[in-house]
């Protein structure tokens, strides 16, 4: 699995995305002849599973490839982390990659907060498996890596074509209630869902559009069959969202009649706390999809320090001076992104 | 003022930023031969400032454009909604616009959560004005939007040239500790920037970078006398962030030094709750620059609901059937986006 | 209204239900010759509306009919009265009545602890009704008393036969689940209702046995027509309980269908804490009955103290000796106990 | 020991005190013509001492001595269950006991909830033994039932002849207030108590009345000596109540005084926490009497659910149809109730 | 009312009790040979009533009496003031008054600590009296301080002879338990104090030494009738402390007995918040009698601050310097302390 | 260790510290001619480190020397006790010691209160030294006790030469910010106060006064080199306290410059959370400085019950009579005390 984005954009590039007193200091910089080696350490403040360092990596590889002398130091998207411990490193030319540092950290800060939310539902789920739901509450130009970031922190399936490519797998999901309320009905629904659908897409049908999830339940295992791999519940809050005991219900009476190979996934404002309840309540769910609180979750704060000056040890008030001793730095080969 | 960006991206338009169950159901209506007209109604349960909607709409005209009967009612970006209000009513042919709810509630997802955060720290510190920082802990690819959002929300200004290029401003910022840290002194690269910055960028020094802020302010106060504009303080939480002493004790020392003019800016972790306990404190702030707070805020959750398919009203089960009353909406003219 | 019991228990006349140390008092007053007329109040320590006050003077009236010189003075059932404020003055010989203290505490404690919580009910719910549902949490020899209280406390119907012949009123009540069970169909079983029940009991119909209650309100609204009086939601916890939210949903498919006549009446652990959700949210409920918040309600406790001993003011410590201005008691006419 | 009450009163036998929707019902089911055979499951949703059940078998072995085929299984009186484990099951036509739902979960429900109560406070206790004093906090009707679950709850002594009749013991109690009033001393009231009492009543005096609480048990064992077999303290709320301390310094100024055989009962508002207070402040107490910790108890709420029609398992929502794993439950000889 | 202390101490003059780095800097800038005319400022940081100013000044005008040029500004004891007001100002030559800084801050600290928290007390209890009691548990050598304070804080009377005679009033109190104690009898105990004392020591009797309060306080009156001034009930906290209750039963029980003109006294553990208690119940007290909240007050921490040297504005970080407004400081006459 | 204080102060000996009402009990029972021998036992209510004893048995010795048959034991300063526990008793001629019974527990009271509170931050901060510097919050009269205490509850050293010189240590300290004002800049400050200083004097510089601490400690340590003991944190509340970060900073700074024999001292608001916050964080201070915790700490409250009188037990109301098992105790030798 790995984070395969093509050259990094007009935009970013150009440095519009950059704070704007990134591109003042390499202006100033320039007029007054000073361009310094720097060496710069990227942390965050609290435990974390690193993500987006790929994006980040890939684009100093873009800009730093062709830098004699540069270095680059990373931990690799996955990897969890304690805070202060340094995740990147950076020696070269300041004026060569300072107007990405507001990218650099971007990157980072979103895809990490993502990662570790999703890391939180995954430990309290675990073993049934998460899958991110999470698309409908980020720009579209970013579903992609949020759910490249879902996978990362461990879950199993993202929604999005885009983010599934991202991570190398099919994109995951039943149904829209949509489709559901244009049959009219459920069974019929599922029904043209299963003819029309290629046959390695598991047929997996919302039970909570029209009638009683039970019966519902009932009256699509009815008429799929064996062909039918699961149920979604995701009773909305207004009817008291999904609890423990309607998971064991439907599980029991699926059973009684004969369905026991039909799995149940849940979904609708899951949390760790939430996921937690199922568990400890005992109720026989096969599959949590999580979304806004992987979604939603805030930004991971990173932040770059310079504290080297042409070898020297310097740093703001507040940090110390000089290289952090960092054993699980890997250092990047810079030369994979020079152009033939 | 009003977010102008272009036709939407082939990632979009194609589908694959969506949930793939859309295009699922897409390809499903077709087999069966189900396009019915429906009505789709989109509300936040929240009290909310509305943004993301002229990208919302800007995509829906571009797929709507030609498509006959067709109808789309919205409210506008700094709109403020009430819990479970319809912002977004769109009339057509179900699989002319299925493949992008995704999209639309993410765009509103996002972009109405910064904004409504952004509203908040505005209230607080009214009338001192607050400018928005948060750009590194977004995707580069996204930091626009948010500082657009941002500027929805009532700040003044935003650091990014491409934010302020998409709500009409110039970008706003001061100056990166990194360039104080080459320089190796505040004075020198107070002077420096002084020096080089065209006349129009106001004069603001970041004052904590190596030395004590009171110390530091006046030191840059008599070095650009009247051409200073203002300072920054950023105390890192280290050394306890800044405080309303520090505030009140720097303002009162550089008006006994005859630098009255000079403005105070403050930054770093600043909440609603912070910034009024800099006013509850009587502290001399002139602005306040948020980060986090706003780039950090969780998107607000949007639903699109069917509530009526060929003119019949329907809903799911925790919902009302029908078109609900919504006066506030303004009809888009979709004409607009025909192409000549 | 006015409670109506016969002649006390023997087992309530002979003392077997009374402290045993009461009845070895009498004993040694008897054995040494001693038998003072004595003053005896009785309070309790909180806001409290009375009730059991007719039984108790009932008792008293039976005990000291025939005795010189006895006086009762009482509060009446309904009353609302403050900490610490007599509700009960009897000034007899102590032998006359000693063996019935625990009686009449008892009959206060427990009735006045219903009432009082039937009122929390009512107040929280007015302007639409409570009626109370208890009888199944207490012992079946007092679900009269307690449907009794109830309507005390402003209920305005009970469920069993004896408790609404106390209060001179019919017994209230829909249909058990298990009729709906036996019928296999909640419509099959409102049609059974209908056809078989006398035309003044009103056709209230529970739907939530089977299927999902806003479809099984419209079926049954179909079957019965204008016949049908109302629905009762009693959606069960496993199930999410009754959400502010369903009720608005089944009010507006009801009505959008053309049912706006039929009422609809809410049950299922309400509280009055839970009675204000559903004003609060603007619910539209027409009845709330009331179960366990009535009947489990922990009696009020009543102390009785001695205060004079042959017309000299005494108390034991802790309280004041003599007796205490009570102006809102009013004597009771111990002669129309007297047998002809 | 075991419950022996005779026939079902009338009132209960006449479903004078059930739900009136269960005469309805049966009048229903009669008209139509319909009377299954059903299994009717009871259980509650607490960890609980079960009480009530020797009533509730008793009046179902008198409804349903002569119904062929029917089966009754049941927990008995003190069995510590779990939440929904299976308390009572009912296999026989409906008819012939649904009028009796109503009274046979009240019997369960208010006894239940006074024997776990009563439990909760001899745990606390253990070893001092725990008396039950709460008769006057429940109406006279059932005074005996109460006094025969605290029994059940593990309580020593009840305070009531009928109680401690039901429970196969004597009542226990010691003298009231008003004894003490009337003799005007308490040393004075004890030698009348000690002179006309019969030799097996332990001598156990009141010494909270006019004095201070160590000064009257001084003089109280002074005028008693060896015939005392204990005080009882219950210092009104209005004097601080019992404390540990008072406990603690009446004890040594007995043992002081040559008195180390005289007890010391505690009463007076006690609780578990109360009682623990007790316990780790290191009181000697000798004994423990409750009042309305246990007599207001709240009831524990008994639910009776059909789980098969005629044989096929059958449930309402939120319930898993068909018989219950339940290997606790004996089965009832219901040929002990035939009349010969 | 003044606080009429003798030349200060030796110990306090040598700077004995003075933090050594005040000697020590005395005797670098002797070896130095600087001396400048400094302007200091004492503040604290909370709303408070001053005291310990007399002292303060005092040791000042003993010090700077022959100072040319000196001048001392100051608030008087009794005076309330605000968080960070100038409470003191001194402008003298530093090496004059440096080594008594110590001594200074600790005179306020010490007796503003406990002027405040008397007025507190004094607040929750007015109309009726405070008294403070004290003095057992602060260091002989300041009781009198302590008893100065409180009475600066409002109250009445303090029990020392020392701290009476500062305040200008008789010292108050009752008699101990160990009087009563030695006679055995608290009415022999009232007797002989009646009949050894001055006619103008108030007959107060404690009540609570050997016998209920009640009994006690009756006794107490019967004995000395007109002679008795008052009752003090000081229940252990062992016996639950002094409740309104009981007060409330007392004044009754007097009353009733024709002894209204018996005043009663509470003390044991009072606080602002337990004052509240009996004036919120009624409890007909007619004095408080305070210890540890006012003796036990934790110091408030006072601050001296240079804020000129030489006549130049100055300050350390945290402060603003130069001279504070501070309108409500009244100039000190040094003159008056030079020896004729 | 031993707290040698002379002769007690006439105001203690002539009894006008003590609360009047002892005087006033001695000139009764010398008018009734009652002086019995009485035991006296003196406990607090908490855990403790006692203090203050050496004063209090001093005061004894003076009063009770010359007394036939008196004895005293006791505790000593230092020892541990627990709640309720004997830690003085007094076994003599009533009128003996009586008038000072007062002053006995005002020294206890105070002085156990600051040593249990010193302790306290001993053990949060072992093992690193604490040292005590509450002179400003104390009277000058009694800062010799307070520092005293600080040292039996473990402090290492105090600050005042009188406190000192009780405990038989040397006083602590620094410099106080005023130097640093007055020479205009911590090094010229830091200079003199090298040159000037006894060379057994520890060289310990302030670092807050004008410039950033981080800085100021570098210019301090390169102007002192060797000589620098050691540096004192104290920022003021108003720039955010000393952090854990901060100290750990200045450590790594010196430790880079070379500086690592110079120790960090920490001052300003430690209480024993605070100094556990810097422990918890690995922050490297050498030794904390404590004002305020310890010397506003509050009396613990000792109390003095007589428990014996002429050889019978006897105890107020919520006492044990009698003498206390107190195997601790140990007898003082009152000859010692005897005038040649």
Redesign the interface.
């Known amino acids: 699995m790995g984070l395969e984005r093509p050259r990094p ?1 007009y ?2 590039l150009s ?11 390499n ?3 320039d ?2 002849g ?1 361009d ?1 080696v ?1 060496l710069m350490e990227v942390f965050c403040r609290e435990d974390a599973v690193i993500c ?1 360092m790929g994006e980040a990596t890939n684009l100093l590889g873009h800009v730093l490839a062709d830098e004699p002398g540069a270095v680059v130091e990373a931990m690799e998207d996955g990897d969890l982390v304690t805070p202060k411990e340094v995740v990147l490193r950076i020696h070269a030319r ?1 004026r060569a990659f ?1 107007l990405y ?3 650099i ?3 980072l ?3 990490t ?1 993502w990662a570790t939310a999703a890391r939180q539902c995954v430990e309290a789920a675990a073993p049934p498996p998460v899958i991110s ?1 999470g ?11 949020l759910d490249y970031a879902a996978i990362v922190g461990g879950c199993v399936g993202a ?4 983010g ?2 991202l991570a190398g797998l099919n ?14 009905d459920t069974v019929a629904a599922a029904e ?2 299963d ?3 290629p046959p390695d ?1 598991p047929r997996i049908v919302l039970v ?5 999830e ?2 519902e339940a009932l009256r699509v295992a009815r008429a799929l069959g064996d062909r039918l791999y699961g149920i979604r519940l995701d ?7 999904v ?1 423990a ?2 998971v ?2 439907v599980r ?2 699926l059973d ?1 009649a004969g369905f026991g190979h039909v799995t149940i996934s849940v979904s609708g404002g899951l949390t760790p706390e939430r996921i937690r309840y199922f568990r400890d309540e005992g109720a026989p769910v096969d599959a949590f999809a999580v ?2 609180h992987i ?5 991971i ?2 932040t770059g320090d ?1 504290k080297e ?1 042409d070898g020297s ?10 290289r952090t001793e960092s054993p699980r730095l890997k250092p990047l080969d810079l030369a994979a992104w020079r152009e033939g």
Request: hydrophobic share 40%; no cysteine.
């Open positions: 954009s935009e970013i440095g519009a995305t950059a704070d704007v007193y990134f591109a003042r200091a202006s100033i910089l007029r007054e000073l310094p720097v987006g300041y300072a540092e507001t990218a950290l971007g990157m800060a979103q895809s907060g739901f698309a409908r509450h980020v720009h579209p130009d970013i579903t992609d890596v929604s999005t074509p885009a599934a490519r994109p995951t999901g039943t149904m829209p209630h949509s489709l559901v309320l244009i049959f009219g043209a869902f003819r029309d659908m897409v909570d559009t029209f009638r009683d039970a019966e009773t909305p809050s207004e009817r008291g969202r609890t005991a309607l064991t219900e029991a009476r009684q979304g806004s979604s939603g979750a805030s930004p704060d990173f310079i000056i040890p310097i740093a703001k008030r507040g940090r110390i001076p000089g």
